[in-house]
């Protein structure tokens, strides 16, 4: 995780903070729901490592068992939240979506 930067790495912890209540309680509005801001620059910069990544990647992917398989969440982030919940996040559980 080391190799995403200081940026990359303080978003993924806004995040796992956020998913450390029930999702229930931000849909009630018994805490306040306060998901962080995502600048242009960071944007970029994760769609470059993102790019990055995937021509790293083979077409065909080896993929080691147990995996849980995710459709399309639809930009919905508190369905993402359950779901991590639920299994853990990676590495900890492997995901393909």
């Known amino acids: 995780?080391?190799?995403l930067g200081p940026s990359l790495q303080a978003l993924l912890?806004?995040?796992i903070l956020l998913m450390s209540f029930?999702?229930?309680?931000y849909s009630t509005s018994e805490v306040p729901f306060n998901p962080p801001f995502i600048t242009p620059s960071l944007l970029i910069q994760i769609l470059k490592l993102a790019?990055?990544?995937f021509q790293e990647d083979p077409i065909v992917l080896n993929i080691k068992t147990p995996i849980y398989v995710i459709g399309?969440?639809?930009g919905h982030l508190f369905d993402l939240y359950r779901i991590f919940q639920k299994n853990g996040l990676p590495p900890?559980?492997?995901y393909l979506f």
């Open 72 to 74: 399309d969440l639809h």
């Open 92 to 94: 900890e559980a492997s």
């Open 13 to 15: 912890q806004e995040h």
């Open 51 to 53: 790019t990055q990544k």
């Open 1 to 3: 995780m080391n190799a």
């Open 22 to 25: 029930p999702v229930e309680k």
